[in-house]
């Protein structure tokens, strides 16, 4: 077997799960795009495996490790995405952002329109 074309068809995965993560904006659909980068690596340690004629099949085994962590990371995944959309009605990244809490003003803070804020803001009188 030559290891051109798995090693090609995996980076070519690899290469469209990298797209799909730094352009998708919908949380679910960046998680199957890590999901088809983990593919790809898998495909490359069973390809490597084989071409190296490896006795202790170590890439194999490499793998089923791989898709127990890939197995564990879609699961916890898809719960965290789940209970985002419960809470703030949609997956969109770009909507997650701001995730802390927002400012309330505290007794520290000066009032709006006194002379202390108008010094804070550097706004003149």
Known sequence: MHLA??????ALL?????YGV????????????????LNAVNLNLVAFDVWLRDTLHAGQALTLFTIAI??????IGMA???MVYRNRGTADIDKLRDTAEP????PADPVPGTAAADRATGAAA
């Open 103 to 106: 400012h309330r003003p505290g």
């Open 22 to 37: 730094l352009a998708r904006r919908n949380a679910i659909l960046v998680l199957m795009s890590v999901e088809l980068m």
């Open 70 to 75: 890939a197995a564990a990371e879609i699961g």
């Open 80 to 82: 965290i995405v789940l």
């Open 5 to 10: 074309y798995p090693a090609v068809l995996a």
């Open 14 to 18: 690899f290469c469209t799960g990298l």
